[in-house]
């Protein structure tokens, strides 16, 4: 009878729950295998060693949060501002990713001190704002008004899990549907 091997999604899965806890120097073949309750001996099967897997797991990253989103915002169409708000819905709620905020603050974290994966996270955010800048000038025909809105979203993206502040009676979720509507309705038309 043969023992049936750990897919190669589950090692890359459980070195992206590593990496979101512990970053990259947590992302251990031995920790792994332990992890997943196997052998290390079944890694070797699909990578050929510890670098290939981080490469593989950044693949990962990268394809979900760029093509995958995309191809998801666009498939449920619409005009320019109801796939930004399908983008945002996306972002907010994690849908249907694998990788989460907590993975993607691990790489940028990550990619401050190794310049190859600076260089993979330059790429992503250039594909981020190209996106987001074909979506704002569909209703938006000042160029420096879509490129403020473009910052001023993705940054909401990425600063919004370290910002503490309170905002009185109102709560997270309604400061960012406050958001959105003056990004998304607020002049331009």
Request: proline share 2%; net charge negative; hydrophobic share 40%.
């Amino acid at each position: 009878m043969a023992v049936a091997r750990t897919p190669r999604h589950r090692w890359i899965d459980e070195g992206l729950r590593a990496l979101a806890t512990g970053g990259p120097d947590a992302v251990q073949i031995e920790t792994l295998a332990k992890a997943l309750g196997v052998s290390k001996g079944g890694f070797y099967g699909y990578f050929a060693g510890r670098r290939a897997l981080l490469e593989e797991m950044l693949d990962r990253w990268e394809r979900e949060i760029t093509e995958d989103v995309e191809a998801r915002v666009e498939q449920e169409g619409g005009d320019a501002k109801a796939r930004l708000r399908h983008l945002f819905a996306i972002v907010d709620s994690g849908d249907g990713l694998s990788t989460d905020i907590t993975t993607d603050l691990a790489i940028r974290d990550w990619a401050r001190r190794d310049p190859a994966v600076a260089t993979r996270v330059r790429r992503v955010d250039n594909r981020h704002m190209a996106y987001l800048r074909s979506l704002f000038r569909a209703f938006c025909a000042d160029e420096d008004e879509v490129e403020a809105r473009c910052l001023i979203t993705f940054s909401l993206y990425i600063a919004d899990r370290f910002v503490f502040a309170e905002h009185g009676d109102r709560g997270r979720a309604d400061i960012h549907e406050l958001t959105t509507r003056w990004l998304l309705d607020s002049g331009g038309d």
